[in-house]
């Protein structure tokens, strides 16, 4: 598909699940039983890390968190140890695919778009993406191939269902473009 954009770096999410353990949608997770604090420690040092090896590849930030107040702990994480989110090509915004579309999710973007950074939302499906995707410079989603795993092949294709297909994936696109609204109000600078 050509050169890549630029990659994530191995983040710690900070789902209750992810760091408590337990049952969540039908699926088991052991949990790490480390706090949020840490999740973001180990994400912000993973990146220093990888910028330090390789500085050359594209790497992009994680900001990590459960609430906005954790996300903004993140932030100065990064601030602390010299990195001009602001001045970052692109954000991952990272934990949010679970809450993209619900109050508390727009709450957490909006917090973090008001920072000015390019934000990338992990995640993001069409509700996440009409309620606050003006706020996002880009998002990603699997729910087009779990959906495409979920049903036959498309006419005409030999595979057993769509879940890793192109034409199922751009048409998926295409729903989810003409989905989003295509104007919204502008956020006000005041400072």
Not at 103 to 127: D, R, S
């Amino acid at each position: 598909m050509g050169p890549y954009d630029w990659a994530a770096p191995q983040d710690w999410m900070c789902e209750k699940a992810i760091i408590e353990g337990g049952w969540f949608g039908g699926q088991y997770f052991v949990g790490t039983h480390l706090s949020v604090e840490e999740h973001q420690r180990r994400t912000v040092n993973n990146f220093l890390e990888l910028r330090s090896i390789a500085p050359d590849l594209r790497i992009a930030p994680v900001i990590q968190g459960d609430t906005v107040p954790a996300y903004e702990r993140c932030v100065e994480l990064y601030a602390n140890s010299g990195v001009d989110l602001r001045a970052e090509p692109v954000v991952g915004l990272g934990s949010v695919c679970r809450l993209q579309s619900t109050g508390q999710g727009a709450a957490i973007v909006t917090a973090m778009a008001a920072h000015g950074f390019k934000l990338h939302g992990f995640g993001f499906k069409i509700l996440g993406l009409e309620r606050v995707g003006h706020l996002l410079a880009s998002a990603d989603s699997a729910a087009w191939s779990t959906h495409a795993r979920h049903r036959p092949a498309l006419p005409g294709h030999t595979h057993k269902n769509c879940a890793n297909c192109i034409d199922y994936a751009l048409k998926w696109r295409s729903r989810v473009l003409a989905a989003v609204p295509t104007w919204q109000q502008p956020l006000l600078d005041v400072a």
